[in-house]
């Protein structure tokens, strides 16, 4: 018999709300300005070729000259305009009737 405790199964809910939030985040891409829908993919997956780590700002701003203060300003825009269009367009898919204390 294997040992089950530390396997995590993600439910249903959490894998639809991930797709559905990555729609949005594709929608929100489509339509910003080519530099800014670059600095997301660099702020998300980084650049090995450049020596760009993920999720680092400083990194970004090292290697292209761009303020990390304007980085952050479109990393947090751009997330913020998923939300919303997350909300907007398919929240109402995700939540469900059932209230958990």
Same mark, same amino acid.
């Given at each position: 018999?294997?040992?089950?405790?530390? =396997?995590? =199964?993600? @439910?249903?809910?959490?894998?639809?709300?991930?797709?559905?939030?990555?729609?949005?985040?594709? %929608?929100?891409?489509? #339509?910003?300005?080519?530099?800014?829908?670059?600095?997301?993919?660099?702020?998300? #997956? +980084? &650049? #090995? &070729?450049? +020596?760009?780590? /993920?999720?680092?700002?400083? @990194?970004? @701003?090292?290697?292209? +000259? =761009?303020?990390?203060?304007?980085?952050?300003?479109? =990393?947090?825009?751009?997330?913020?305009? %998923? #939300?919303?269009?997350?909300?907007?367009?398919?929240?109402?898919?995700?939540? @469900?009737? &059932?209230?958990? /204390?």
């Amino acid at each position: 018999m294997y040992d089950t405790d530390e =396997i995590q =199964i993600e @439910s249903e809910k959490e894998t639809n709300y991930k797709e559905y939030f990555y729609k949005s985040l594709e %929608a929100i891409l489509k #339509n910003t300005e080519w530099y800014e829908a670059r600095i997301f993919e660099l702020y998300s #997956n +980084g &650049d #090995n &070729d450049k +020596g760009i780590k /993920p999720r680092s700002a400083r @990194s970004i @701003s090292r290697i292209t +000259g =761009i303020s990390r203060q304007e980085i952050l300003r479109v =990393i947090k825009e751009i997330k913020n305009k %998923a #939300n919303e269009h997350f909300n907007t367009n398919y929240r109402h898919l995700i939540v @469900s009737n &059932d209230i958990r /204390p």
